[in-house]
């Protein structure tokens, strides 16, 4: 049903040999490769219908407005998020954050008051938050996790309370690869009047996300995780919120009018989207969500947990090998470490085999001290690894081994 083979062919990078060998690309973390649709999509859009958007009469400025807003649409279908309102481009997940914790703290934070983030949290999600703290003379309060890299629930309810102001915490950790409860999240958060933000930079690539199920009043990601182009991203909030909430830049777009006694804001998406958009960006991260969704993420989600239990279970089997996150819900990341080799060397030594891992803290320093440990090497699948490529990072790390 879920061909890989005939889905590799779309990716044309995945030919390349590295030192002679095959490239074995395993740091979708980082950042997914990019099927043709989407950079064929990018270099239509410039060599045929580039122009500036909301701002031009002609031809071409209307219709790359078109091809703009049309995405919008496909992001809000792809989120089932209730209306494109809800739906601001942003250059990414740490933008979207960084939109939310200002304008959230500008009007809806004061002295004392608290903003809750997990252990298992980027440092996207927990600096933004830790910045506006400072500014406003808030606290960041944490929720714990147990060793096997999940959220104690408990824990959550009880840190709740009437300063607190928002709960932010990611879906899918990008070192664990936990995905959290975010559902059941929502509602200890929402029984308590407290807002949810879902960093889901890790999750939307892996799974079918829907907003409303989810009930999240705020949800962000990064497109170039997504098989996307680099450089666009997406802030969903709840029409509700973002009416309330104050810009974050001002600029052109983000404005109704502008006088040097008062300025006007636009109305909603736009309120929120100050300066021309990356609109070739926003257009090719449309191609690139149609093409997942024409895969089934369901079907996505079944072929990445099928592959990344087949890897646990060969990994497991490597002498010394310790693997960090053993959540009963888990997705396509592995974080190991093998023996006393330094991450640094496995990672060095796996890419010489033409295998790309990733190496170090992953952004999540908070998380290595609550481990232990200054870094893991981390093997992150996409829609197109294989369990030959599976196969040959076993080998890879059986050879490193033998080596020290
Ligand atoms: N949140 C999570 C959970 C992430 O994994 C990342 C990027 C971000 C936020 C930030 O995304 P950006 O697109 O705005 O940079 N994570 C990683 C990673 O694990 N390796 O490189 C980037």
């Excluded at 999940?150 to 959550?156: H, I, R, V, Y």
């Excluded at 996505?300 to 646990?312: G, K, M, P, V």
Aim: aromatic content about 8%.
């Amino acid at each position: 049903m879920y061909d890989v083979m005939r889905v590799r062919e779309d990716f044309p990078i995945l030919s390349r040999e590295i030192y002679g060998k095959p490239l074995v690309y395993l740091d979708n973390g980082a950042t997914t490769q990019k099927p043709r649709q989407v950079v064929e999509a990018i270099v239509d859009e410039y060599y045929n219908v580039n122009a500036n958007v909301h701002r031009g009469v002609h031809f071409l400025s209307q219709q790359a407005t078109d091809l703009h807003e049309a995405s919008r649409e496909v992001v809000r279908r792809f989120l089932n998020a209730h209306s494109t309102n809800e739906i601001l481009f942003t250059r990414g997940t740490t933008e979207g954050i960084n939109l939310l914790a200002f304008s959230f703290g500008e009007s809806m934070v004061k002295e004392g008051d608290e903003i809750v983030v997990s252990a298992m949290e980027h440092h996207s999600n927990i600096v933004p938050w830790q910045m506006m703290c400072e500014r406003k003379g808030a606290h960041l309060r944490v929720i714990p996790m147990t060793d096997s890299g999940e959220l104690e629930m408990e824990a959550l309810e009880a840190l709740l309370n009437e300063r607190t102001r928002i709960v932010c915490c990611t879906q899918v950790s990008n070192v664990l690869g936990t995905v959290n409860p975010i559902a059941e999240v929502v509602k200890i958060a929402h029984r308590r009047g407290i807002p949810v933000l879902v960093d889901g930079a890790q999750s939307v690539p892996h799974m079918k996300v829907d907003v409303q199920e989810l009930d999240c009043d705020f949800f962000a990601f990064s497109g170039h995780k997504v098989y996307g182009p680099t450089g666009v991203g997406v802030l969903y909030g709840k029409e509700e919120w973002l009416e309330k909430l104050p810009p974050y830049q001002g600029g052109g777009e983000m404005i109704k009018n502008v006088s040097f006694e008062k300025t006007t804001y636009n109305e909603l998406p736009y309120k929120f989207e100050a300066g021309t958009p990356d609109y070739v960006a926003t257009h090719a991260l449309a191609k690139a969500l149609e093409y997942v969704e024409q895969l089934g993420m369901k079907n996505i989600e079944q072929y990445e947990r099928d592959l990344t239990r087949y890897a646990l279970e060969r990994m497991q089997q490597i002498e010394g090998m310790h693997i960090y996150g053993m959540a009963k819900e888990r997705d396509a990341v592995i974080s190991f470490q093998v023996g006393d080799i330094h991450h640094l060397d496995m990672g060095t030594l796996l890419d010489r085999l033409g295998i790309a891992v990733r190496t170090g803290h992953h952004c999540a320093e908070p998380l290595m001290r609550r481990l232990g440990i200054e870094g893991t090497v981390r093997a992150s699948f996409g829609l197109y690894n294989t369990k030959d490529e599976v196969d040959a990072l076993v080998a890879g790390i059986e050879k490193v081994r033998r080596m020290f």
